[in-house]
C-alpha cells in the first residue's frame, strides 16, 4: 500500500553542525506534509509543515525541502543542538475525505557535543 | 491553550480487566485521533472522530472500543487486552476535516502494559 518512509534510520551530527533528514513517500495525491519531532516519553512535536503547493518552507533554524518530481521530502536542521537529540518523523496526510495522518519509520537524530 | 491532556500517564492492566483512557482539548477542535505506538516503531492510526462521529476505524479489534462524548473528550475503552497491546497509545486532535492542511496536536500519551 501507501507509505512513507525513511532513509536513515540514525544520524550522528556534531553540535553547530547542520543536519539533514530525509524522508521518502509514495502517495503522489498527498498534498500536505508534516516534520514531528519525538523527544523519549513524550508525544510527537509538530516541527514544521508544508503543503504541495510550496517546493521550500522556513521555520527558526529549519528548513523543509519538498520535492515532487521525485516525491521526497527533507528536514534541515541549522546549527543543531543537543536539545535536536530525538527520533524525527514525517507524516503524510492521505486522508481522502480529511486528516489521516501517516507517518514514517522515524530517523534518530543523536547530536556528539 | 495548545495542550493536549492524556490521562492516565501510566496504566498497567491484567488480561480480564477493563480500563479506560482519557483525553482532552480546549482548542477547539473538531477531529479528534487516537495512535498506538509500539517501541522503536511511528505512530499507527487507530481511530479518527470528526464532529464527534467515529470517521476513520483502521480495522481495530472490538476489544478497544472509542468513545467521543463531547467535542473536546475522547475515550479508549479497554476490555479483555492482550499483552502484545501493551504500546504507548497517543490522542491527538487538529481543526477539523473541513481542511486537509492543518497539523495535529498530540498528547504525551498513556504508556499502557498488560499483564
Known amino acids: 500500500g501507501e507509505s512513507v518512509g525513511l532513509h536513515l534510520p540514525t544520524l550522528s551530527v556534531q553540535e553547530g553542525d547542520n543536519s539533514i533528514i530525509n524522508c521518502a513517500y509514495s502517495n503522489s495525491a498527498s498534498d500536505y506534509f508534516i516534520w514531528y519531532k519525538q523527544e523519549s516519553g513524550k508525544g510527537p512535536q509538530f516541527i514544521i509543515d508544508i503543503r504541495s503547493n510550496m517546493d521550500k518552507r522556513q521555520g527558526q533554524r529549519v528548513t523543509v525541502l519538498l520535492n515532487k518530481t521525485v516525491k521526497h521530502l527533507s528536514l534541515q536542521i541549522a546549527a543543531t543542538q543537543p536539545g535536536d537529540s530525538a527520533v524525527y518523523f514525517c507524516?503524510?496526510?492521505?486522508?481522502?475525505?480529511?486528516?489521516?495522518?501517516?507517518f514514517g519509520a522515524g530517523t534518530i537524530l543523536r547530536v556528539k557535543s | 491553550d495548545t495542550e493536549v491532556t492524556q490521562t492516565p500517564k501510566h496504566l498497567v492492566m491484567g488480561m480480564t480487566n477493563k480500563k479506560s483512557l482519557k483525553c482532552e482539548q480546549h482548542m477547539g477542535h473538531r477531529a479528534m485521533y487516537w495512535y498506538k505506538q509500539k517501541a522503536k516503531k511511528p505512530p499507527e492510526l487507530m481511530f479518527v472522530y470528526s464532529y464527534e462521529k467515529l470517521s476513520i476505524n483502521e480495522s481495530v479489534p472490538s476489544r478497544f472500543s472509542p468513545e467521543c462524548p463531547n467535542s473536546s473528550l475522547l475515550n479508549l475503552h479497554l476490555h479483555a487486552l492482550q499483552p502484545e497491546d501493551s504500546a504507548l497509545y497517543l490522542c491527538?486532535?487538529?481543526?477539523?476535516?473541513?481542511?486537509?492542511?492543518?497539523?495535529?496536536?498530540f498528547g504525551q500519551g498513556t504508556r499502557l502494559t498488560v499483564v
Open positions: 507524516a503524510e496526510n492521505i486522508g481522502e475525505y480529511g486528516n489521516k495522518l501517516v
Open positions: 491527538a486532535s487538529s481543526q477539523g476535516l473541513s481542511s486537509r492542511d492543518t497539523e495535529a496536536f
